[in-house]
C-alpha cells in the first residue's frame, strides 16, 4: 500500500513513520512518498526516517519529490500536512492579533481566520489536483485548521476526504488514566467542532464514570485538562472540554498571557526547529527527538501560567496521538479493520443545528466505506451557540477562499466569538492584507484601505 505525505519535510513526519514502522499487519504501508517545495527540509526528514529504519528488515520505502503529480499518482491515501506562509506566517496570525488585543492561536480567533485564509486556497488546489489524479485515494487531512480545511476540500473529494486530531485521543486517554481504565475499553461520548469539542461522558461497559470524575479533586486535577480549567468549572458545565476551549472560557487571561511572554508560540517553535532543521553532525534522529521534546513540553504553556497549572507531566506527553489514528483509519478503510474513531467528517444532522455537509468533530464508525457519524446527544445550549458560531465564520472564509470576497473575510473576522468590535476586525484584515501576500486574492478594497 501506498501513502503520500503532503508536506513530508514537516516536523511532525517521523511520528507518523514511526506507526508505520511498528504496524507489521498484512496490508500494511509498504511504500511512503514525501512531497514538499522546500528539498532542504525534506531532506533532514528524510535522514531522520532513514535512521528509524535502521534494523527493522520490513521498512516501508521512503521516495522524496517536489513534483505534486508525481506524489499524488498512484496513491492509495494521502495524508495533507501542508503550513502554507510556514512558521513565519504563523508569528504574524498570533502577533497582529495580540496587538489588537485578540487571541491569536493558529487555529482559534483571528489567528485561525488569517491562516485559513492563506491556506484555503491551496488546499482548495491540491483537492483538485488529487481529484483528478488519483479519483479513488482516500485523503486524511491534518492540515489546520483541520476542520475547516477538511470542510473546503470535501467540495472536491466528497467523503473521502477525512480530518483528524490528537486532541480527542489525547483527552480520552489521560481521562482514562485518572479513572485508572484501559483506553481501549472506554467510549467517548465526544462532540463539537475541531479544537471546539466537549467530552460529556465516559462509557465503560454502558456505565458512564465521568459523574464520579467530576466529583473527585484529586482525579480531576491530576490531568492537563483538569488543572487548565479547574475543578470548580469542570463541575459547572458538567463535562471536559477540549484544551482550545481555554481561548474561550479564559480570554482575557490567555490574551495577557501570550502578550505578557517574550515571544509568541510560532517564535518559538521557529527557533526550536531551526536547530534541527540546520543540524549537519551527528545523529539526526537525536536532534529531532530532543527537539519534539522540547516542543511537547511547551505546549500552551502560557495558558498553563494563566492558570497556574504548572508543568506538563509524563502522562500529559505521552505520544500515539495523531499518528496512531491515521494508522487506524487507514487500516479500518484498506483492509475493513472495523474502529470507532474520533473524526472530522460532514456531519449529516449529528449536531442540531448544522447542515448536512458541515464538517463536525464526532466519533465515526469507519470501515472499507469510509467513515460515517454516530449519533451523539444534544450539546448543551451554551455550547451548540458557540459551535454555531464558529461554524458560520468557517463558512465565511471558505466562501471567502471560493470567490475572492474580502466582505466574506470581513464578516468571519468580526462575528468570530473572540474578536470584539467591527472595528477591531477592519483593523486586522488590513493588517493581515498588509504582511500576508497569500490574502492578495481577496476582491472589493475600499478607496480607504488601498490607498494605504
Known sequence: MRLTI?????????????????????????HVVL????????????????????????????????????????????????????????????RVALEEGVVGQETVGAGGIAY??????VALDLARRIA???????????????????????????DRVIGICDSPVGLGRRVAGALGVDP?????????LNHLGWLRGVRVDGHDLLPGLLRDDGALTSFEEGRLFGAEWLRTIGCIPNEYLHYYYFTREAVA?????????????????????????????????????????????????AAGAGDRTSRDLESGGYEQVALALMRAIALDERA?????????????GLGPDAVVEVPCFVDANGARPLSVDPLPGHALGLVASVKAVEQAVIEAAETGSRAAALRAFATHPLVDSVGVARRLLEHYERELPQLGYLRGRSQKTDAR
Do not use: C
Open 340 to 352: 470507532t474513531l474520533i473524526l472530522n467528517v460532514r456531519g449529516r444532522g449529528a449536531i442540531d
Open 132 to 158: 483528478a489524479l488519483a479519483p479513488e485515494a482516500w485523503v486524511i487531512n491534518f492540515t489546520n485548521p483541520a476542520g475547516l480545511v477538511t470542510e473546503a476540500m470535501s467540495a472536491y473529494l466528497g
Open 35 to 94: 512531497h514538499d517545495l522546500d528539498p532542504a527540509r525534506i531532506e533532514a526528514i528524510r535522514r531522520v526516517l532513514a535512521e528509524q529504519a535502521m534494523g527493522v528488515p520490513d521498512a516501508p520505502e521512503v521516495s522524496v519529490t517536489t513534483d505534486l503529480d508525481e506524489a499524488v499518482t498512484g496513491a492509495q491515501f494521502v495524508f495533507s500536512a501542508v503550513r502554507v506562509g510556514g512558521l513565519e506566517g504563523r508569528v504574524v496570525d498570533e
Open 257 to 305: 498571557a501570550a502578550r505578557a511572554a517574550s515571544r509568541t508560540r510560532g517564535a518559538l517553535l521557529i527557533e526550536q526547529q531551526s536547530r534541527f532543521y540546520s543540524h549537519t553532525g551527528g545523529s539526526a534522529l537525536s536532534a529531532w527527538d530532543s527537539t519534539r521534546l522540547e516542543r511537547e513540553t511547551t505546549y500552551m504553556a502560557e495558558n498553563r501560567e
Open 116 to 121: 485559513g485564509l492563506r491556506t484555503l486556497p
Open 6 to 30: 503532503l508536506g513530508g519535510g514537516g516536523f511532525r513526519v517521523p511520528l507518523v513513520y514511526q506507526a508505520l514502522l511498528d504496524d507489521h499487519g498484512k496490508g500494511r504501508v509498504t
Open 184 to 192: 481501549a475499553t472506554v467510549w467517548l461520548d465526544y462532540a463539537g
